[in-house]
Each structure stands twice: as C-alpha cells, then as structure tokens.
C-alpha cells in the first residue's frame, strides 16, 4: 500500500498535481482526515477551514496548473492576517477579529496556488506564554514557541508547509523541537505587511516544512525568486563548525549532535574547523533580548494601555522588564548590533556557512513553556539565514539537530548546504 | 483680541492647559469651529469625530494633568489604524475598514493626553495618486503628499500637531509646500505597528507642527524619549549646505533659499562651506526608487492580486515599474544603501547637520498630482533625521524652505540646530 497523500513532501506532491497524477481535493482530504484524527491530542489549530480549503481545492483541480504550490495545503500561523479567517495573535483581546485583508505573505502564496487550511496556534503575540499545541512526537512535551502549532502540525504530517516567523528563536526552537526543517531568511528578505509586528529590526518571517527541498520551495514561491529552487552543489561546501558564545546553555544531547555531525563530516572526508566569533559578539544575547523588550513595550502599546487586564504574566513581566531599557541604552545596543553585522562577514572568513546549536537540547517535558531561545537570538539580531536540520535523536528519543547559518544575503548557498549537509548527516 | 485659540502653537497650549488657564474643551471647540469654516475649502480630513473629541477633552479636563500631550488635539493621517475611527489607507478598497486596535503611536500619544480629531486625508496607500485636499495658502495648488491632509490642518491651524509618514519625501514635501515644520526621525526611532506597510526599509513615522519647539514636544511625548525637548544650544552649531546630487532639479525659487540661508549664516558671523557627498552616493536615487518600488509590490500584494480594479492608473504603472525589479537588482541596491548608510557618518565630517533642499519649489498649481519627491528619497533611504524648516517664500508667494539633516540616529542635536537656525533665518 502507498504512503498516504498527506505523508509525502511537498515536492512529490507539487510534481503529482502538476501532472494531474493526483487532485488538490484528494490531497486536502487526505490531510484533513489526518487532521479529524490527531487533533484532539496534537492541537496544532487555533482554525480550521476545511470547507473553503476543500473548495479552493476543487477550483485548482479544475484550472490550469500556473503556481509553484499549485494545489498544496498549507498552515498560516495565526500572527498572519487572512481575510477569509479569523486571526487572534494567540491573545484573548483578538478573539473576534477578522481581519479584511491577506498578510503580503500569504496573499503572494495563494497567488501561487497554494490552499489555507486553517490557522495554526502561536504563543501569545508570539512572545513566550504557550498556546495549546503539543508536541506529536510525546504529547507532554512543549513543541517549541511560538510558532507552535505550524511545527506540530507539519510534523505530524497534517500539512506539507506551514508559515512561522521569529523574533528570537520562533521557527527554528520549534522545528528543532519538532523533528523538521526550519528556514529563518536572512533579515528583510520576506515582506512582513500584515503580520502582527513585535519587534521592527528582529521580526523575521520563515517557512517550516519537511525537507530542505521543501522549505526552497515554499520561499521561492512566497518571495518570488525563483534560484532558490536550485539546490545541486557541485563542490564541497566550506563549512565550519561554531560553537557561539551560548555554549554553556548546550546540554548534553546538543554536544553530542554537534560531535555527531563533526565526525560524520570527518568520515566523509572534511577537515573540520571551528568559526570563532569575536568576543564583542558576546554582548549581542542581551542586545537582543533588551532591543525585543524594547520593541515590544511600543508594538504593542494599545493591548498594553488598553488591554491589560487580558494580557498573561509572563508577557507583563516582559513588557516590565522592556520598559526599564532608556533610550540610550536602546541606541547602544542598536550600534552594537549594527557594527556587528557589519563585522560577521569578516568573521565568516572562508567559511560559506556554519554548523550551530539550534536550541538547548530536546523538547522539554512541560506544556507551560516553550524552551529557551537561547540559541536563535543572535543570529536573528544579526540578521543571518538559518535553517535547521534535524538529523539527531536526544537521550530520551525525542529529536535534536544543529542550524545551518549562512552569510548576510546568502540564503541561496545557506539552502544549498542544508540540503547537502542534510544527506551527510541523516 | 487675543489670537483664537486654535492659533496657538502647541507649547504655548500644554502650559495653558497644564495651569488650566484654558480647557481642552474649548480648545477642541476653538479647532472644531475653524475646521467647520475652513474644511469645505481645504478638504483636510477623511473623517472628523467632533463628538469623541469633544467627550475625550472633558475627560481630560476632569482628570488630573499627567502626559506631555495633555488636551492637545492631534490629526491622525489616515494611514494609521484608529480602533475608534475608520481608516481607509485612503483607497476605496478600505471604505468600510474600522480597525479594532489603534497604531502604536497613536495608542502612546492618547496615553500622553491627546485628543485624536479625525483622520487626515493621505494619498492613495500613501503614494502619489491625490486625495481631495487642497493647499490652504492658495486652493488650486497642491499641499503635497502623502500626508496631505496632515499638512494642510496643521497649516490652517484646524490642529496644533499631525502625524504623517514618509517612504520617499511625504513628510518633508507637504511640510514645505504647506509651509509648517515637518520632522522625519532616524530610522527606526519611532515604532510603526498599525501604520500600514509600503516598504519596510524606508518607512519613517513623523511630525507635523508650526514650530520646531511643537514638533520635539510631539516627538517626545510619542517616543517617551523627553531628552528631546532640549533644544537650548549654547555654541555656534557647525553647519554646512549640501547642495546634493538632485541639485539640477531645484528651481530658481529653492536656489533663492539656498543662497538666502548662506548670506543669513554668514550675516551672523558664520563661514558658510559645503557638505559635499560622495559620488558613489549619486546612485541613491535610483536606488530608493526602486527599493520603494520592489517593496511596494510585496507590501500591497493583497491589494494587487484580489482588488487590482480598485487600484489607480498612476498606483499600478508604479506597481509595474516595480514588478521589473529582480531579486538580484534589488539586493545590490540594497547593498549600496548598507554601504552609504555606514559612510554617511564620516562624509558629515566636523558638520552637526546640512541645510538641503526640501522640494523642488512651491507647491505646483495642480491638484493632479503632489510634486516631485526628489529632494526627500535619499535621505529617507539614508535614515537620517530631516527637519523642514518654512522660513522662505517663493516668486509667487507661496513658502519655500529647506531641510536641516542630521547625522545617524543624532535626532537631539539635528532638532536643536533647527530651532537655532530657524531664528536665524527667519
């Protein structure tokens, strides 16, 4: 018996509704079928509409195949707005809201002939305090935050695709929680119109799927650029391993996949070197979280002064901590920032990309967390492209992988490496 | 007589307000009796809420006097979300849009004590197709744009202060055509959630008054930084002209102002040199214009693809322009922003801040369109703080000015030379 339609990736699938060999309807059965099945545990959906999906899917099935995600499902991360589903931002205050229009994103990918099925569960204005999404690989683990529900739901095969975005460490903590691809581009790459800002110089929006391959595809046909989609290396790749300035935070199970993927790139024949960063470099953790703070104290000032009462703890002791950073203190760290990104192509040297811890180690056994973000600040404020690969299995069997992380604007080569890293380390 | 209230610049008024000398009220009504003389000649406002402003001026005359803006009435470009008012974004796409939250800054500036008199009239998503607003100081010319309305109101003294928005020049131009003060801060100093997006590298909240000591008041309360409202300078500020690479594009009546702001200078005993650009920085014009362009496709996606008939010719010529931008295009030109952004500091030299043109003149006698934005983009691609200063009128009567433009991120010192250089010249 073949593999059920909502089990294959998004290549396979993008290839047979090209040649008609299977329907968008059947597709989108198929992945809601799963979805009627799993959902009670996973909880990856904050909405679901599988009739405007289903009917999305009929008129592509009977038009002509023009896009790149012609026919294929997809989850919207509830921080997008959809014009034709309601959008909360993970917060109470937004229960009823329907926005009027698309997010730019997800306009752009039903342009491309991609189907919404619904929206998928963030954290709290993708800050820290979880929504109800579980982890489908051991439902009393956290799936990582804040883009949840995208992870779980991508993971456990309810779709091939689903949009995340991160501040700190939003798409790749939870596809490394989850056991999936994760793609942060590199800084400004995706248009953010119509995705609830929390932080102007960190909000980056990524794409969550099952394969390198995968993650190409639905970033080629979101931005439009299209040599993203050219995935062969010819050469080997210079990669370098960095063990960043958060290396204490590692435990065990991040070690070991990182020693893991040092000897797999040794039997394949690589030297395998180390990328230190400069020691200035470690001042950018707390930059970040203090830039985050601060930007979130003034996006979202209207639920703060008008909505208080209806934000959690944890944000309002966020939104307290961001509001005792001055000014100043704002304008330094910004600088710190700026010169550094400056300075990261230097420090890049010869290297076209490393091999980083994406998150402390497996997904923690709680619900009432997301995990530390630890591992994604960095680059996020330096703007870097980032994929994670899980090729690796923690103590208890749950998954853990390392992030590729490209140089400023290489996202092409960053997608290209992954991919061949991919093959290396599985 | 004494002046009418709505004459009256607005830190004359918070302090009247301040010691109650005066109440909101009658200051909401002294505006709201002007506007209703004035409005069917000027066509400011998109929306007026005489009613929710006069409600909310009592409040605040009840209520104990905590923010900077306290009683202050304010017009709201109609780009920005108000959870009380709707906001159109000013297409016919968004007729019936009531948002359910306000703009950040909107939200901070309420929190400060102002009144939100309606919403001012922006162009079309705030490009270059007009709306119905006309230029106070003579009804057949334009007021510019985007922040059309915004301008005209402060101009017309129907309100002491206005906000408005500039990708390319929507602040500084309708400034200079309207002959008021306009500042446009650094990027990325003032948050822009809830303004709706055109192009994430260049967008720049700003503010509009009659008076530098107005618009720092404004800034201040807006941002919370009150180091702002310093403007006392003890020295002699170190002042250049710069001419700019878009010189050719002046006309006699900017050229006048030139020379008339290096013989003031040089009256009061200053040596008068240039600020000359470097020639890669000749390339930034055609830069912002095609970032702004690139952008611009992303960020109205929505409305490109689902609502392309309610679009204007002039919006989607722009919009096609903007389609032949490829993705490799768009980053070298990027890429040259990058660079200039890091080498603009060292080509300031010893200068505190350059006086450059604002527009190209007077506002053109047309209501067809809203001048020519040349003298704005490459500062805004820039980043640096820009202040329109109206101290000069044209051959035919109408103001004329020029723009203090400051180093990176130095907004405090770009303001106070301003007031400094605003008695100077006037």
Partial sequence: MPAPLNKLDANTLAKKLATREITSEQLVRACLDWI???????????HLAPDSA????????????????????????????????????????YRSLQPVADASIVALCRAQGAVMMGKTVTTEFATFTPGKTRNPHRLTHTPGGSSSGSAA?????????????????????????????????????????????????????????????DVALFAAAATGDRSLLQLETSLSPRIALCHTHEWP?????????????????????????????????????QAQKEIMGFDLVRSLAYERLEHAIELSTGLRELLELGQ???????????????????????????????????????????????????????????GLPCVHLPFYRGSSGMPVGLQVVGRPGEDKVALRVAAWLMRQLS
């Fill in 36 to 46: 009627n099945e799993r959902e009670a545990d996973v909880q990856a959906w904050a």
């Fill in 54 to 93: 289903l009917k999305r899917a009929q008129e592509l099935d009977r038009g002509p195949v023009t896009g790149l995600l012609h026919g294929l499902p997809v989850g919207v991360k509830d921080l997008f707005d959809t014009a034709d589903m309601p959008t909360t931002y993970g917060s109470s205050i």
């Fill in 153 to 213: 739901a991508v993971a456990d095969h309810m779709v091939p695709l689903a949009f995340a975005s991160q501040t700190a460490a939003s798409v790749i903590r939870p596809a490394a929680f989850c056991g999936i691809v994760g793609y942060k581009p590199s800084f400004g790459l995706v248009n953010r119109s119509g995705v609830k800002p929390l932080s102007d110089s960190l909000d980056t929006v990524g794409f969550l799927a099952r394969s390198v391959d």
């Fill in 249 to 285: 935070y590692a435990d065990q199970d991040t070690q070991h996949a990182m020693e893991h993927a040092a000897l797999m790139l040794a039997k394949a024949g690589h030297r395998v070197r180390e990328m230190t960063l400069p020691e200035s470099f470690a001042g950018l953790l």
């Fill in 324 to 382: 005792q950073i001055s000014h100043d203190q704002h304008r330094a760290n910004l600088q710190l920032a700026y010169s550094a990104r400056a300075a990261v192509s230097t420090a890049f040297g010869e290297y076209e990309v490393v091999l980083a811890p994406s998150a402390v180690g497996e997904a923690p056994a709680t619900l009432t967390q997301t995990g530390d973000p630890v591992f994604g600040r960095v680059w996020t404020l330096l």
